[in-house]
């Protein structure tokens, strides 16, 4: 499971219990900024050996065993920032982190605040920098080799409070082997 903006500084035991449903779970907290940009990231222990995470602005990497098919894996938890630079600072980092550990089954998932084409926000005038930032995630992906898991639903995750502008910035990108586990 992974959650964005927690707004949460400290997570105890007893919360992610509560959360899970029961004490057969692990977790990593990041802290944020100032309340800002917290991350948990948590799994069922009979289901995932912890092995190690890193983490850093925008994201929790968590890295160990599925214990089913005996297969590594990482799944990353990601809340990118809003400015260009900074979303392109953390998809640099994303794929260095997997480029070092290319035996791992890859999962990516949350709120990479970009969209991947026009057609994922509406209400939104287009500016330059947002096509360059749409040309930068698509190359993130494409570079990391990830697909991208369809949502059923709705076409957006993200709302203005009035309404009048929406885009798909919440995804799940996968390895094709994490397809196989």
């Known amino acids: 499971m992974c959650l964005q903006e927690t707004k949460t500084n400290q997570v105890s035991a007893a919360r992610c219990y509560a959360i899970w449903g029961d004490n057969k779970v692990g977790w990593v ?12 990231s948590m799994w069922h ?3 995932f050996i912890y092995g190690s995470h890193t983490m850093g602005k925008g ?15 990482a799944v990353v938890n990601v809340y990118a920032a809003c400015s260009r630079r900074e979303k392109k600072a953390l998809w640099g980092e ?9 035996t791992l089954v890859w999962c990516c998932c949350g709120d990479f605040n970009a969209v991947r084409s026009q057609s994922e926000r509406k209400g939104v005038r287009e500016r330059d920098n ?5 040309v930068d995630f ?20 993200w709302f203005n409070s009035n309404g009048s502008a929406k885009s ?9 082997e994490w397809l196989q586990i």
């Not at 994201?59 to 894996?73: D, E, P, S, W």
């Not at 947002?130 to 749409?134: A, F, G, N």
């Not at 698509?138 to 995750?157: C, H, W, Y």
């Open 29 to 40: 907290h990041f802290e944020g900024e100032n309340g800002g940009g917290c991350l948990l």
């Open 45 to 47: 222990t009979d289901a």
């Open 59 to 73: 994201y929790i990497a968590v890295f160990g065993q599925n214990v089913k098919t005996n297969r590594l894996c």
């Open 94 to 102: 994303l794929t260095h982190i997997k480029t070092v550990s290319q």
């Open 130 to 134: 947002r096509s360059r930032e749409t």
């Open 138 to 157: 698509n190359r993130f992906i494409d570079a990391n080799l990830l697909i991208e898991l369809p949502f059923v639903g709705k076409s957006f995750t």
């Open 168 to 176: 798909r910035l919440d995804r799940v990108l996968v390895s094709e």
